[in-house]
Structure formats: C-alpha cells, structure tokens
C-alpha cells in the first residue's frame, strides 16, 4: 500500500498480528479447557437450561428469556447498519472530518486515500456485525420454535440439537459483539496509529478478563 508510511504499516501488522494471536489462543483454551473460559461455561448452562426447560414444559420461561436474546440483538443490528449509514455520509464528504483526525495524528500517514481506507476498513466491519447479529435473530426464532414442541419421539428435537441451535445463536451473537469490540481501534486509528496501539492493548486486557471463567 503505498498511500501509508512503513512506520504506519508496521503498527498496523502488529496490531493485527496482537489482535489474530489472542483469538488464537482463546480458540485452543476452548477446545481444551471450556469450562475455564466464559464462553464455555455459557454453552454448558446453555444446555441445562434447555434440558430444564423441555423436561418440565417451561415454555413460558423459555418464550421469555429467546424474547430477550433477540430484542438484544435486533437492537445491536440496528445501531450496527445506522453506524455503516453515517460512515458511508462520512465517505461523501471526507474534509468536514478528516482535518480533525489529522490534527491528532501524531506519527501516522496523513493523506485521503489512507483515511477513506480506514472508512471503507469501519463499513466492511459493521456490516459484518450486522450480517452476524441477524444470524443470530434467525437462530434464536428457530429455537423458539423448536423448544416449544414437546416430542419425545422426534430425534430432531431432541435436547442435544436444540441446545446446538442456540449454540449457532450465541456463536454469532459473539461475533457479533467482537465486531463492536474491534472497531475501538478500528476508530481510533482514524485519529493515528499510535492511538490504534493503545486501543488495542486496553481492548485485549479488557476482552482476557471477560473471556475468563465468570
């Protein structure tokens, strides 16, 4: 990329490289110790609660607590794809917010290529929130549905597939949320790479306290 210094796109590789490396060991302390992260411990309460719920016939409860997983994430949708329209009115007219991002800008490239990247980089990532929050509206509509119809004989309805659709729901409603989360110094690197950094280092010591076991 030649519109952005070296010293720039240096940051920027080891803040991806910081940000890949964490999720990557996120990803191996699941697999092998789940019930020590937070996400592990969510799937196995997941699947308690869903066999509470079939084997007692709570279907009021459970209309209740699906109804409140998807009010959460048709509201993040929607901030989500109001976030990409004001982006997209921010890309018609660069100059009204470029010069303040460039005032504070202490090492970085400054120069509107970079800065309708960066743009375009924000879109790209909340429309992939919005992509996965609606993913998991469909999934936990799915699970509504599915929690709600009593059969023994019916292997399709057993526990074990409904727990792994809510599993699919709360999968994506994670995604979803590290998308909010990565924009922090997604957002910040509008203003430099050197805020870019900072907003990577709290946002990673901020993300291992809350993937650890609640």
Not at 103 to 130: D, H, P, S, Y
């Amino acid at each position: 990329m030649s519109f952005i210094s070296p010293k720039e796109l240096g940051i920027l590789l080891g803040v991806v490289g910081i940000i890949t490396a964490y999720h990557f060991y996120l990803f191996i302390r699941v697999r092998r110790n789940p019930m020590g992260t937070a996400i592990g411990l969510n799937a196995h309460t997941r699947r308690l609660w869903v066999k509470e719920v079939m084997q007692e016939k709570r279907d009021i409860l459970a209309i209740q607590t699906l109804r409140n997983q998807v009010m959460a994430a048709t509201f993040l949708a929607s901030t989500s794809i109001l976030i990409c329209l004001g982006l997209l009115g921010a890309t018609f007219r660069p100059g009204v917010f470029s010069e303040i991002s460039h005032a504070l800008n202490l090492v970085g490239t400054k120069n509107e290529a970079l800065w309708m990247f960066k743009l375009m980089l924000l879109i790209v990532l909340f429309f992939f929130t919005f992509f996965n929050f609606t993913l998991s509206i469909r999934y936990y509509n799915h699970a509504g549905f599915m929690i709600n119809t009593f059969d023994t004989n019916d292997p399709v309805l057993s526990v074990e597939n409904v727990a792994e659709v809510l599993d699919h729901a709360a999968i994506h409603y994670t995604f979803g949320m590290r998308g909010f989360y990565l924009s922090v110094p997604t957002i910040l690197w509008l203003f430099g790479p050197f805020w870019m950094l900072m907003g990577c280092l709290v946002m990673i010591g901020i993300l291992y306290r809350l993937d650890r076991e609640a």
